[in-house]
């Protein structure tokens, strides 16, 4: 009996001791972002400079880094990134780095549930290989920061800061192609919004304006209060050459925005249109 009440404390000890938590050294860190329609994630830990010296001697030169702490970082990404000439695809990776005082190695690893760097590197594993210059900061980052910036609707910046060393990784993704599918898929039967969402990329990306403005009327013929198409409108018809009819279009948005109570549209055709008178 003795034996079974000793043992009924072990196991009770063991589950108060299995609930003690304390924070990591290095602590995790996820980053999700989203650029043009691809998603990207990555999910590293975040070591401190903690007054050491870092690179070349913490993380030593030309050898393969974890590119963190604990378990290797990781990038997941639902479609292609483009490295200039170079082509990533969906999928997720492992992401280590060989750093030199001038140059950073950046390699994409297909194998990614290592605990830091594989002890038996593959090179059959490497998915991506790039080599990105270091960009020396007057000041320290304590922590190990990976982060997407420059963001446009197609591309962006991968940028990694630690201590005074800064990588800037420019990227692209393939948006127009995906775009153009879906707007000839949904004009099967499209809504207003539809109309207008189709008719401000045409616009935005430069393919096809008086498309652009086609589609916009139609947006408009079945919302005619919505002032943010008529103000996507005037900007085509300026972009066209129709200052007179861009004005007039203004016109219209800035008196259902100013009934609606928008002061940032009123303000935009007011500018517009004295801009405009200028140049018809």
């Known amino acids: 009996m003795k034996c079974f009440f000793f043992s009924v404390y072990l196991l009770s000890t063991g589950v108060l001791l299995s609930q003690v938590t304390a924070p990591k050294a290095s602590p995790p860190c996820r980053l999700e972002q989203r650029i043009g329609l691809t998603d990207i994630v990555v999910s590293y830990s975040r070591p401190s400079v903690n007054g050491r010296v870092i690179f070349g001697d913490l993380v030593p030169y030309n050898e393969y880094w974890r590119f963190g702490a604990n378990e290797s970082t990781k990038l997941t990404c639902s479609d292609a990134l483009i490295f200039g000439s170079d082509t990533l695809k969906a999928g997720t990776y492992a992401l280590y780095v060989k750093p030199s005082p001038t140059d950073w190695q950046l390699v994409f690893y297909t194998e990614y549930g290592s605990w830091g760097v594989p002890a038996k590197w593959d090179e059959t594993k490497v998915a991506l290989n790039l ?89 408009i013929i079945l919302r005619p209060e919505a002032y943010w198409m008529l103000r996507t409108k ?28 928008d002061t940032a549209y009123v303000s935009q055709c007011k500018n517009s249109i004295a801009q405009w008178k200028k140049l018809r």
């Not at 007179?244 to 109570?261: N, S, V, Y």
């Open 131 to 219: 080599t990105r210059p270091v960009m020396n900061r007057q000041e320290s980052v304590e922590n190990l920061t990976i982060d997407i910036n420059n963001m446009r609707n197609n591309a962006g910046d991968l940028i990694i800061t630690w201590d005074k060393v800064k990588i800037q990784v420019p990227f692209s993704v393939m948006v127009k192609d995906k775009v153009l599918a879906s707007i000839k898929k949904v004009m099967a039967g499209p809504t207003a919004n539809d109309y207008h969402t189709a008719a401000k990329f045409y616009f935005d990306e430069k393919i096809d304006d008086k498309q652009a403005l086609e589609w916009v009327e139609k947006a």
């Open 234 to 261: 005037s900007l085509i018809q300026a972009s066209l050459g129709f200052y007179t009819e861009a004005i007039k279009t203004a016109e219209q948005c800035q008196k259902l925005a100013e009934a609606d109570g």
